[in-house]
């Protein structure tokens, strides 16, 4: 029984910062990568940037230098910095991210709820 919880969207000016964060919770052994995809207006899904377990950090061009992911293990919670906010981002975020199941140790993906950010021009 996981679930990823997201906490933190809004509304920001643009320019701002806003952070949106993702709680794993359940019958977790431990997690593995995880990620942030967004979904604007009549556009698809799209990989925001990701994290590795140990902390490797990989990031879309449309938010590399602005966007910052990071996790914290000892809470299987994940992170998302966005400053320098556009416009353009707004769009409902969603966490992902590999659990490896507590009882079984098989990896199996799960999806957070999604959160609204929008961002003003």
């Known amino acids: 029984q996981v679930q990823l919880v997201e906490s933190g969207g809004g509304l920001v000016q643009s320019g701002g910062s806003l952070s949106v964060s993702c709680a794993a919770s359940?019958?977790?052994?431990?997690?593995?990568?995880m990620g942030w995809y967004r979904q604007a207006p009549g556009r698809q899904r799209e990989l925001v940037a990701t994290i590795t377990s140990r902390g490797i950090a990989n990031y879309s061009d449309s938010v590399k230098g602005r966007f910052t992911i990071s996790r914290d293990n000892a809470k299987n919670t994940g992170y998302l910095q966005m400053n320098s906010l556009k416009p353009e981002d707004t769009a409902v975020y969603y966490c992902?991210?590999?659990?490896?199941?507590?009882?079984?140790?098989?990896?199996?993906?799960?999806w957070g709820q999604g959160t609204q950010v929008t961002v003003s021009a």
């Open positions: 359940g019958s977790i052994f431990s997690v593995g990568v």
């Open positions: 992902n991210a590999m659990i490896i199941h507590r009882d079984s140790l098989r990896p199996t993906t799960y």
